[in-house]
T-cell receptor, first 116, second 114 residues
Framework: AQKITQTQPGMFVQEKEAVTLDCTYD???????LFWYKQPSSGEMIFLIYQGSYDQQNATEGRYSLNFQKARKSANLVISASQLGDSAMYFCAMRELYNQGGKLIFGQGTELSVKP | EAGVAQSPRYKIIEKRQSVAFWCNPISGHATLYWYQQILGQGPKLLIQFQNNGVVDDSQLPKDRFSAERLKGVDSTLKIQPAKLEDSAVYLC????????????FGPGTRLLVL
């Protein structure tokens, strides 16, 4: 069964607008962490934001925020005021603290294109 | 603070040849990871080290892949012999400890097997 599902292979957004990238996950581990990474064409995975399963508030980092809905098992990334430099692949990942030895499991990714 | 370093950045080899990749993690990071990312997919963990010990190598094809981290700092990943399906980006990442810490990635090595 897929642990991390990203249903949007590609997304377009107009510069300066907000965009939401979807991510749903599946786990029975009570303690887990959710991550979003950005991968530009250069190939490096850039850490964006982290949400712990016990965190009461949604994580925010500058223009990035994570819409964490635990009951729905979703962890959508919201990028506000999109910039041309935001064009990249975006990966959602999960780490289960007790299962899987703490390794990161990635989704298939969403390719975001920001239009001027 | 210097990031995760990897070399080479690109490598083209013929099938059945051998290849090695090198990774130097962020200073002080005890945990080091090697991931394989096939085109169009998310990264998949190959092996995870805590200092110089292996934590998880369950997805490493041990008949052809090997990795070591002898002094608990830098690491090498080797493929011998390479197959066409090994064409991928090989990403190295590091974190302070194995759990509850963010992993930081290097630029990756793009391998093409012909």
């Amino acid at each position: 069964a897929q642990k991390i599902t990203q249903t949007q292979p590609g997304m377009f957004v107009q510069e300066k607008e907000a965009v939401t990238l979807d991510c749903t996950y599946d786990t029975s581990d009570p303690s887990y962490g959710l991550f979003w990474y950005k991968q530009p064409s250069s190939g490096e995975m850039i850490f964006l934001i982290y949400q712990g399963s016990y965190d009461q508030q949604n994580a925010t980092e500058g223009r990035y925020s994570l819409n964490f809905q635990k009951a729905r098992k979703s962890a959508n990334l919201v990028i506000s005021a999109s910039q041309l430099g935001d064009s990249a692949m975006y990966f959602c990942a999960m780490r289960e603290l007790y299962n899987q030895g703490g390794k990161l499991i990635f989704g298939q990714g969403t390719e975001l294109s920001v239009k001027p | 603070e210097a990031g995760v370093a990897q070399s080479p950045r690109y490598k083209i080899i013929e099938k059945r040849q051998s290849v090695a990749f090198w990774c130097n993690p962020i200073s002080g990071h005890a945990t080091l990871y090697w991931y394989q990312q096939i085109l169009g997919q998310g990264p998949k963990l190959l092996i995870q080290f805590q200092n110089n010990g292996v934590v998880d190598d369950s997805q490493l094809p041990k008949d052809r892949f090997s990795a070591e981290r002898l002094k608990g700092v830098d690491s090498t990943l080797k493929i011998q012999p390479a197959k066409l399906e090994d064409s991928a980006v090989y990403l190295c990442a590091s974190s302070l400890e194995v759990r509850e810490e963010t992993q930081y990635f290097g630029p990756g090595t793009r391998l093409l097997v012909l």
